[in-house]
């Protein structure tokens, strides 16, 4: 499966933005899903995940409340909803597909990234103050 990551900009704080990913190839109900972020100067780090089920979410404490991941598949596309956007969620975004069905998305959110199958090419979210 091909992930086109799209959706980022340049927004003021508080803000909100959505970001997309794209499948093609194969549909997006056959893999559980994530979204990772990696500020300037950062490891790459978790942020949201749904399962392949969709029944199931996790989300980063500091994004909790505000962020919510969700899957769309009639246009086989998954979403990242931001809400009340801040400067330190400036960083590029990346969606991740997990081909493990019966992963629980608390479980995904703490699996390493070589874990993760297939990595869509980031789309950079900058959050001014």
């Known amino acids: 499966v091909q992930l086109q990551a799209s959706g980022g900009g340049l927004v003021q704080a508080g803000g909100s933005l959505r970001l997309s990913c794209a499948a093609s190839?194969?549909?997006?109900?056959?893999?559980?899903w994530g979204w990772f972020r990696q500020p300037p100067g950062e490891e790459r780090e978790f942020v949201a995940a749904?399962?392949?089920?969709?029944?199931?979410?996790s989300y980063a404490d500091s994004v909790k409340g505000r962020f919510t991941i969700s899957r769309d598949d009639a246009k086989n596309t998954v979403y990242l909803q931001m809400e009340s956007l801040k400067p330190e969620d400036t960083a590029v975004y990346y969606c991740?597909?997990?081909?493990?069905?019966?992963?629980?998305?608390?479980?995904?959110?703490?699996?390493?990234?070589?874990?993760?199958?297939?990595w869509g090419q980031g789309t950079l979210v900058t959050v001014s103050s």
């Open positions: 749904v399962s392949w089920s969709g029944a199931t979410t």
């Open positions: 991740a597909a997990l081909d493990s069905p019966g992963t629980a998305a608390i479980v995904m959110a703490t699996m390493p990234r070589d874990k993760w199958d297939y």
């Open positions: 190839g194969r549909a997006v109900s056959h893999y559980g």
